[in-house]
């Protein structure tokens, strides 16, 4: 019998190798991990995986949402908040009311087990939206409303859902009071983000110490979410809250050290986290058909409904995005002026990219199975079970897949805003320190010599960040000159074998080897971060 330690590792090696195949493919990975379960999950020998809801809302979710919300520009989030609000919460609830009529005309279900249904697959999923529009080559705008869509909507969606969830299980609903309970709702989350962040903040101002801060970052998350789930408010709205209040921080109140160590164990926790979440969606397969027994549905009328509920998400996405762009532009000129409209073209990305994911599937697998007298079966469980799974696989492999060539078709690119403030940035903060510098009078000779080597590398820095801007916007940003980079390369490489054959000849031990060998590292890491 195969245990959890099996299991664990099976998972482990799935993603190494999904991973490879991916990159080999040159496939986003979320849509690759999830096509490598579902032909996992069709081998007859393997164990049946099931997904507990439980644990992707309280061990995966925050863990997720915290290091996006972390590492998302909050300049760049409040300028495009109203496009981010038309989509996260506009769209969201536009889509559930959708789905839920046609749910009702089409599958015959009851109107509040079809909000249920349209609330679980409104949202598209942070994961996905992130993995996948990081590595495709578009203006950054868009890059920031598909995240800051991907980090707000869930909670819409999971307060949505909650409120339809009560609704069939005890029959009864007012429109008033939800709108009350939604609102509550998400401002409790957002304070209760907001006091977590605050007593992180005041904890990494009087603590130096990478690995207690490291844990301590791993936490915040953690108890953003359960405390606003304890107080019955939005627990993601509140992990997506401290993560934006920190990110703003954590450059002032945190040491070099810890953010070194920090942004590698982050990217590793996203990675594994992804890979096994994504692996689980398309393993749950089995479980999500042996469910449908009960249902007794033709065949082909499943097949009907599944393609019938996957085509409204995505063209209910492209009607909303579409009016929601140009036409508070055309009703209010001042929006217009402060924000003129965006090209056609990026409009059609941003209305093609609704991936969903990991949250659709839980919400879904949530759902009870009986209603409020523990004797009536909720209507529909296991048909909206299935058709939440086939709208995501459907939309992770056909609108993930086809994004790159659309974007390749329609023309689109990168239009280096962040290469040119990186470039500014770099430039204005190496003429600042040259200043400093030339100030400076060091009347001791050694001081005078290492003043002006310092001296010497930032006019380089200084030379090689003007050039770019005098050639051409397309030149990649160098740090330094072709010929500094050549010769330091070779240098740093004859420290590295000489350090190496000095513990093999037993002159130095393996922990003096590490402690050189990660300066060297982090100096060629200096010289390849702008190759």
């Not at 109203?82 to 009851?110: C, D, E, K």
């Not at 207690?212 to 108890?223: D, G, K, Q, Y």
Request: net charge negative.
């Amino acid at each position: 019998m195969i245990g959890v330690v099996e299991i664990f590792v099976g998972m482990l090696i799935a993603v190494v190798v999904l991973a490879l195949m991916a990159r080999k493919l040159h496939i986003p990975y979320p849509i690759f991990f999830v096509i490598g379960g579902t032909a996992l999950s069709l081998i007859p020998s393997l164990p049946k995986i099931q997904l507990d809801p439980k644990l992707i809302f309280l061990f995966v979710l925050p863990p997720l949402l915290y290091p996006a919300a972390l590492f998302t520009s909050w300049r760049d989030f409040r300028a495009n908040l109203r496009p981010i609000s038309l989509l996260a919460v506009g769209l969201v609830l536009f889509t559930t009311v959708i789905v839920a009529y046609l749910a009702q005309y089409f599958f015959h279900l009851p109107l509040a087990a079809g909000f249920v249904l349209g609330a679980i697959i409104s949202p598209p999923d942070a994961i996905a939206a992130t993995a996948i529009a990081e590595r495709l080559k578009v203006p950054r705008r868009i890059v920031t409303i598909l995240e800051g869509e991907s980090l707000v909507n869930d909670a819409t969606a999971l307060v949505a859902f909650r409120f339809a969830v009560a609704a069939v299980a005890t029959g009864t609903f007012s429109l008033a009071h939800a709108t009350g309970d939604f609102f509550l709702v998400c401002f409790g989350g957002i304070f209760i983000g907001l006091l977590i962040g605050f007593l992180a903040e005041q904890f990494h101002k009087r603590i130096d110490d990478a690995p207690i801060e490291i844990t301590v970052s791993l936490l915040t998350p953690f108890a953003a979410y359960l405390l606003a789930e304890h107080f019955q408010v939005s627990g993601v709205l509140s992990v997506v809250t401290a993560g934006l209040y920190l990110g703003w921080r954590t450059p002032l109140i945190l040491s070099f050290q810890t953010r070194l160590r920090g942004g590698p164990f982050w990217e590793m926790l996203e990675f594994l986290l992804n890979g096994f979440v994504f692996i689980i969606i398309g393993l749950e397969l089995p479980t999500v058909l042996s469910g449908l027994t009960d249902e007794h549905i033709p065949i082909h009328q499943l097949i009907w409904f599944a393609l019938l509920i996957t085509l409204a998400v995505i063209l209910i996405r492209i009607l909303w995005v579409i009016p929601a762009t140009y036409l508070p532009r055309l009703l209010f000129p001042h929006i217009c002026r402060r924000d003129p409209n965006p090209e056609w073209q990026h409009v059609a990305v941003v209305a093609w990219t609704g991936m969903r994911g990991v949250v659709s599937l839980a919400a879904a697998l949530s759902i009870p199975s009986y209603m409020s007298d523990d004797v009536t079966p909720f209507p529909g469980r296991d048909l909206i079970i299935f058709l939440t799974f086939i709208v995501i696989l459907a939309t992770l492999v056909v609108q993930g897949l086809s994004l790159p060539p659309l974007i390749r078709w329609l023309g689109i690119e990168d239009d280096g805003i962040i290469e040119k403030e990186e470039r500014e940035a770099r430039l204005k903060a190496n003429q600042a320190a040259l200043a400093l510098l030339q100030d400076i009078k060091e009347p001791d000779g050694a001081c005078a010599e290492a003043q002006q080597r310092i001296r010497i590398e930032y006019e380089d820095h200084i030379l090689q960040l003007e050039s770019v801007e005098t050639n051409n916007a397309g030149t990649p940003l160098r740090l330094f000159s072709n010929e500094y980079e050549r010769l330091s390369k070779q240098a740093l490489q004859v420290e590295r074998r000489t350090i190496i054959q000095l513990r093999n000849e037993s002159v130095i031990s393996d922990e003096v080897l590490r402690r050189i060998q990660r300066d060297i590292d982090l100096a060629e890491a200096r010289l390849k971060q702008h190759q």
